[in-house]
């Protein structure tokens, strides 16, 4: 048996508007005065996530602790976009509800028969993704959960891609002995960083002349992980 590590976000499935969207739609419900769009919010989001800063050590934090955290990011966001102080801190509680609901979040169409087949030829599959303490059950949320062995987020394991440290936490709850791969859509966080731990990676859905692997779609990643 072999192993393949997957990314969540932007391989798996996405999220319409992604953070900046569940904002903003937050912002459309309780305040429509404010018009307050996508485009208001996302220029306060470029900082302040863990990802931004993967070389820190933010240590095992509670999913409580973590969204506290998040939230000063969220209310700061609202008030440059112009809402009030206390109406920003309002807002900031309930933007993890908003952005783990399913309805937002679409699978891509090659997904499913992908795990299907790779499952079928014995391959362990597990996330291993940049995300939020609930990513688990987001994924049972959305049907997935089956084809999985294990999902890790970075938010349970307190160091984020590409930093070293979390493919070492992800190699270590494996046979080191396994073929192992990694496959997602960010050329530095997913195939650079695997690559250096020493783990093949296929950049998918994006172009990166530096890759050796890629593939716009899943539909031919068990040719790849087979020939190799």
């Keep these: 048996m072999s192993v393949i590590f997957w990314v969540f ?24 005065d404010s018009e307050i769009t996508i485009d208001d919010i996302r220029p306060h ?49 309930l933007v993890k509800g908003e952005f783990l609901n399913p309805q937002y979040w679409t699978i891509y169409d090659d997904v499913e028969e992908c795990l299907l087949k790779l499952t079928e030829l014995g391959w362990k599959q ?16 959305l049907g997935l959960s089956q084809y999985f062995d294990e999902i890790i987020s970075s938010a349970n394991v307190g160091f984020e891609k590409p930093y070293k440290a979390v493919y070492e936490a992800a190699k270590a709850r494996v046979n080191r002995q396994l073929k192992m791969w990694m496959i997602g859509d960010n ?6 960083g695997a690559e250096l731990c020493g783990i093949p990676a296929i950049l998918v859905r994006n172009h990166n002349e530096a890759a050796t692997r890629s593939s716009l779609s899943l539909s031919g990643i068990a040719d790849i992980v087979g020939e190799a």
Aim: hydrophobic residues 40%; aromatic residues 10%.
């Design 9 to 32: 976000d932007g391989t798996l499935a996405s999220r319409q508007g992604m953070w900046s969207g569940a904002l903003a739609n937050l912002a459309q419900q309780h305040f429509p």
């Design 45 to 93: 989001l470029k900082t302040g996530f863990p990802w931004h800063e993967p070389l820190k050590n933010y240590g095992i934090r509670s999913s409580d602790d973590w969204w506290a955290e998040m939230q000063q990011v969220f209310s700061r966001a609202y008030r440059n976009a112009g809402l009030a102080s206390n109406d920003a801190r309002k807002l900031s509680r």
């Design 126 to 141: 597990i996330i291993l993704s940049n995300h939020v303490p609930e990513l688990p059950t987001l994924v049972k949320a």
């Design 187 to 192: 050329y530095k966080a997913d195939v650079e």
